[in-house]
T-cell receptor, first 113, second 113 residues
């Protein structure tokens, strides 16, 4: 497709379950980002890939969060042993590189019950 | 690191009036400033951006102004329409990256028909 695609759109998980969120970036975009957006807040940076290399994971809130982009295209954000505070919208974005705009997907809304 | 402040948090205007949203940033080295519009249930969409070598950029009813000395930039929407109602975010690059961004806390704009 022409834009960033994320799946699933909605995910409900029971506390303690593991979840995996998928992102298909715009074809040819080398940079890929994951952001977390709480209700009524701006997106908060989680992690950044350039091709398959994870160059910055400083925003990941705990070691329960793990992201990968093994072939430099599709990325997966995994959250292990989900907690209620993990409930948020997880946004994926891609860009062509430095000082280029981010193109966001529509996000995955995660609700942990 | 960068610190982005955005005001106001909510804004209501009559259809046809203008709306102005302001952001300040802290890192004088920042040189690229995008604005995003986020509608309910969707990811942020880039609507306009400005680089530090210009003071103003306009695209139809939307304009952005940049004051590098004062370290602030503003979004101007003229002749507002109901479909302009959304949450607007400003962003500024994380220091020394150029491709990671700090986002403001958002402005919820309501255009009253």
């Amino acid at each position: 497709g022409a834009g960033v695609s994320q799946s699933p759109r909605y995910k409900v998980a029971k506390r303690g379950q593991d979840v995996a969120l998928r992102c298909d970036p715009i074809s040819g975009h080398v940079s890929l980002f994951w952001y977390q957006q709480a209700l009524g807040q701006g997106p908060e940076f989680l992690t950044y890939f350039q091709n398959e290399a994870q160059l910055d994971k400083s925003g990941l809130p705990s070691d329960r969060f793990f992201a990968e982009r093994p072939e430099g295209s599709v990325s997966t954000l995994k959250i292990q042993r989900t907690q209620q505070e993990d409930s948020a919208v997880y946004l994926c974005a891609s860009s062509q590189g430095r000082n280029s705009p981010l193109h966001f997907g529509n996000g995955t809304r995660l609700t942990v019950t | 690191g960068e610190n982005v402040e955005q005001h106001p948090s909510t804004l209501s205007v009559q259809e046809g009036d203008s709306a102005v949203i302001k952001c300040t940033y802290s890192d004088s080295a920042s040189n690229y400033f995008p604005w995003y519009k986020q509608e309910l249930g969707k990811g942020p969409q880039l609507i306009i951006d400005i680089r530090s070598n210009v003071g103003e950029k306009k695209d139809q009813r939307i304009a952005v102004t940049l004051n590098k000395t004062a370290k602030h930039f503003s979004l101007h929407i003229t002749e507002t329409q109901p479909e302009d109602s959304a949450v607007y975010f400003c962003a500024a690059p994380k220091t020394n990256t150029g491709n990671q961004f700090y986002f403001g806390t958002g402005t919820s704009l309501t255009v009253i028909p």
